[in-house]
């Protein structure tokens, strides 16, 4: 089972840009899809979008579409979320989350970035 | 987009009973549900996968059911861990969506 373990928490300004890094360990990189899955305070769970490396396939909710940009590194069992313009309602917790193949359900997580919008 | 409207939003219940919480999809899925349990500050933990397949270490006391567009998330006899927040998601198609969530709470 694979191990995912995300970069740290960030503050950011509004109309700035974060990039959250989600490095997973103890699996086959590329047998594995990854979605980006954030919650705001006190809030339910928002799917972002995802990535199959194996396919060099992404996928963005509509919602996210022309701000987020989701990318993979092969190289360094990396998966990549950046998301630009940031606004006050960005301030969530960002959680990384991974199935197997290309399948959507998620049975591991990260431990979630905290990333807050502030001026 | 498929939507998910789960039910109820929040439930109290005691150590010891039954508790269902339910998941309704705006189109067939087939099978392609999925429900997680948070606790706070937490990440989510997959529970049920595929409508009914109990994820790996999971408790025998939860258990799913359901096809097509509608499904329940069944917790026999429950136990003090079980409190906190559930979600059930589609899997069917992208983009992925999550239900809004059932607090389930201590009574």
């Known amino acids: 089972q694979v191990q995912l373990v995300q970069s740290g928490a960030e503050v950011k300004k509004p109309g700035s840009s974060v990039k959250v890094s989600c490095k997973a360990s103890?699996?086959?990189?590329?047998?594995?899809?990854f979605s980006w899955v954030r919650q705001a305070p006190g809030q339910g769970l928002e799917w972002m979008g995802g990535?199959?490396?194996?396919?060099?396939?992404?996928i963005y909710t509509q919602e996210f579409q022309g701000r987020v940009t989701i990318t993979a590194d092969e190289s360094t069992s990396t998966v990549y979320m950046d998301l630009t313009s940031l606004r006050f309602e960005d301030t969530a917790v960002y959680y990384c989350?991974?199935?197997?193949?290309?399948?959507?359900?998620?049975?591991?997580w990260g431990q979630g970035t905290l990333v807050i919008v502030s001026s | 987009d498929i939507q998910v409207t789960q039910s109820p939003s929040s439930l109290s219940a005691s150590v010891g009973d039954r508790v269902t919480i339910t998941c309704r999809a705006s189109q067939t899925i087939s099978i392609f549900l999925n429900w997680y349990q948070q606790k706070p500050g937490r990440a989510p933990k997959l529970l049920i996968y595929?409508?009914?397949s109990l994820q790996n270490g999971v408790p025998s006391r939860f258990s799913g059911s359901g096809s097509g567009t509608d499904f329940t998330l069944t917790i026999n006899s429950l136990q003090p861990e079980d409190f906190g927040t559930y979600y059930c998601?589609?899997?069917?198609?992208?983009?992925?969506?999550f239900g809004q969530g059932t607090r389930l709470e201590m009574k």
């Open positions: 998601q589609q899997s069917y198609s992208t983009p992925v969506t």
């Open positions: 103890g699996g086959t990189f590329n047998s594995y899809a």
């Open positions: 990535i199959i490396p194996v396919l060099g396939r992404t």
């Open positions: 595929g409508a009914f």
């Open positions: 989350a991974s199935g197997e193949g290309v399948k959507w359900e998620l049975p591991n």
